[in-house]
């Protein structure tokens, strides 16, 4: 699995001297350039002695920091390989008659991938956050506009401290100006990640905000910024948001459990307003 190299980490972290600590930060932000670099490269761009280095790569396993850089090397591969996939199955791959059929397939595949008892750890960390959260503020750009919109629309059916953030409008670091730490971010990206996302997701952290992660990979700059991590994977033949609307599903109703007398009381109050004024055809 890819994300082996970051749990690890993950699970080391909080044990780390802070020399370490600025290591793995680095290659958690940095590791595709990083399969590539010396020891004496890496040593000179982070200011770190070699000795650091390797007793690093030592105190998560490795032998130094050649297996470490193999496994690195390893993870990239597997990453460029799945990007060649993708471009596959557009200039080749079956005929438009079976197209749907295997699209179909391979997602059915890809969920039935997708759990892990860490997915579950990391889900119940993320419901209770959100259920914590003083008030909730979701955040996913480009693409994972569409994913954000629809977490933020679905939870809005039962929850009214919902805050959708987009850059539309220009006024977003305007409108999360008064944050306060019992707020909580959920910060939805997935490669190539926006810049303006992982601001806004730093912004949150350095206010002292739980924030949970929706992505794709334990390498993705959001990840490193959450406190729970749920991770949707696509399959390397085809791109798909199912993973991440399944996950999220999953996180509101869960969410809607917590006060299950509240939430089915607001979802019958919205029901009825959406009657009385013939909202729906």
Request: aromatic share 12%; net charge neutral; proline share 1%.
């Amino acid at each position: 699995m890819i994300s082996n190299l970051f749990q690890l980490l993950d699970q080391h972290y909080e044990g780390f001297s802070k020399t370490y600590r600025i290591i793995c930060d680095y290659v958690r932000s940095n590791y595709l350039d990083l399969s590539y670099l010396s020891i004496v490269e890496l040593s000179r761009k982070i200011d770190v002695s070699v000795g650091s280095i390797t007793g690093f790569c030592k105190a998560i396993g490795f032998a130094g920091y050649a297996s470490f850089q193999k496994e690195l090397q390893r993870m990239t591969q597997q990453e460029m390989f799945a990007m060649r996939e993708i471009k596959n199955s557009i200039s080749g791959g079956p005929k438009n008659d079976e197209l749907l059929q295997d699209t179909i397939d391979t997602n059915i595949l890809n969920l039935q991938r997708t759990y892990s008892d860490h997915l579950a750890q990391s889900f119940r960390e993320a419901v209770d956050i959100l259920c914590a959260g003083r008030r909730i503020y979701v955040i996913g750009l480009r693409s994972a506009y569409a994913v954000a919109y629809y977490f933020y629309f679905t939870l809005s059916d039962f929850k009214d401290n919902v805050t959708l953030l987009s850059l539309g409008e220009g006024d977003v670091f305007d409108r999360i100006l008064h944050i306060s730490s019992e707020d909580v971010l959920v910060t939805i990206g997935f490669e190539k990640y926006t810049k303006a996302t992982c601001e806004i997701t730093r912004f949150f952290r350095d206010h002292g905000c739980r924030i949970v992660a929706l992505t794709d990979r334990l390498s993705s700059p959001l990840a490193s910024m959450a406190d729970a991590v749920l991770i949707a994977q696509n399959s390397s033949t085809t791109f798909s948001y199912v993973s991440a609307m399944t996950i999220l599903n999953a996180v509101v109703i869960g969410i809607g459990r917590h006060n299950k007398k509240r939430t089915l009381r607001e979802l019958e109050t919205r029901q009825n307003i959406l009657r009385d004024y013939n909202v729906h055809y």
